[in-house]
């Protein structure tokens, strides 16, 4: 198995909280995404700079889709 060196690694400087996610902004461009409030769930948003945000799930769309939520 051939191990891969990271051309471009990313700065430490961008991670500084528990739970801080990398997402692509633009075209070479990585952000961050900090972690969501309990109980919320990575949604995909094309308004969002990065693509995607915490949401509460809509517990009415999870039973159609035949998910269950427990809390």
């Known amino acids: 198995m051939a ?3 990271i051309q471009y690694p990313v ?3 961008l991670v500084d909280s528990k739970g ?3 997402v692509a902004t633009a075209d070479n461009t990585v ?3 900090s972690v969501g409030a309990n109980n919320t769930v990575l949604t ?3 308004n969002e700079t990065g693509g995607v945000k915490w ?3 809509d517990t009415s769309q ?3 889709a ?3 939520f427990f809390s």
Do not use: C, N, R, Y
Request: hydrophobic share 45%; no cysteine; glycine share 8%.
């Open 44 to 46: 995909a948003d094309s």
């Open 3 to 5: 191990i891969s060196i």
């Open 66 to 68: 035949g998910l269950f």
């Open 20 to 22: 801080d996610m990398f």
């Open 62 to 64: 999870a039973e159609i």
């Open 11 to 13: 700065p430490q400087v």
């Open 55 to 57: 949401s509460t799930p």
């Open 31 to 33: 952000g961050k995404l």
